[in-house]
């Protein structure tokens, strides 16, 4: 039985027999696409993320909210360097990370639906969630009875978009990846 290699970037990689037997090509196609999707959330999750607090950080030097966003960094740091160059990349880089952290959590929970207003609903919540339940461990955020109603607007705005863009970018990718990966299989089993 003679198996086949692909070189990728200089890794030498099974793809499948030459045998004639296509289901150990199948596999092995079906668990480079499923690592590939993983890197995907996490790329879409890291760079929604940066996009997404980058228009936080204008919205707040336009007076648009009073949130700043280097509030995430302020249980976890002292001194007033977070107000300077490095604070806004850190925050931006900060951001990027647990924005995968959320990427993942909607890749398991709703990677199925194809609908933009899951994306924008599953934001809404993320608001939610930061303005009630987490706003005691953020000094920055004011109780929510004190937030301005332009805070409020300009939050649940940027957290849809932020919603809208991972969500509907993760489930238009799975619907591709495995869409296709689906309709190769049925093809297959027809023959």
Same mark, same amino acid.
């Given at each position: ?29 079906? +668990? $480079? ?11 879409? %999750?890291?760079?929604?993320? @940066? ?14 909210? =009073?949130?700043?966003?280097?509030? /995430?960094?302020?249980?976890f740091t002292v001194g007033k360097w977070r107000e300077t160059w490095i604070g806004f990349f850190m925050t931006l880089f900060a951001? %990027? #990370?647990?924005? #995968? @952290? ?5 890749? @398991? ?14 934001? #809404? ?15 920055? #955020? ?5 937030? +301005?109603?332009? =805070?409020?607007? =300009? +939050? /649940?705005?940027?957290? +849809?978009?932020?919603? @809208? ?22 093809? $297959?089993?027809?023959?």
């Amino acid at each position: 039985m003679m198996k086949r290699y692909v070189h990728v970037k200089n890794r030498q990689m099974e793809v499948g027999n030459m045998d004639g037997n296509e289901n150990g090509k199948n596999q092995s196609e079906h +668990s $480079q696409q499923t690592m590939s999707m993983f890197a995907y959330v996490a790329v879409t %999750g890291f760079f929604g993320g @940066l996009l997404w607090s980058f228009v936080a950080y204008f919205a707040y030097w336009f007076h648009f909210t =009073t949130i700043e966003p280097n509030v /995430l960094l302020e249980p976890f740091t002292v001194g007033k360097w977070r107000e300077t160059w490095i604070g806004f990349f850190m925050t931006l880089f900060a951001y %990027g #990370i647990v924005s #995968i @952290l959320a990427a993942f959590i909607y890749y @398991l929970c709703f990677k199925k639906v194809k609908s933009m207003w899951m994306g924008v609903g599953y934001g #809404i919540a993320l608001f939610l969630v930061v303005i009630f339940i987490f706003n005691p461990i953020f000094p920055g #955020i004011k109780h929510w009875k004190h937030i +301005s109603f332009h =805070t409020y607007v =300009t +939050s /649940l705005c940027l957290y +849809s978009l932020y919603g @809208l863009f991972v969500g509907f970018s993760i489930s238009y990718q799975y619907g591709e990846v495995y869409g296709q990966y689906y309709k190769k299989l049925q093809k $297959q089993e027809n023959q």
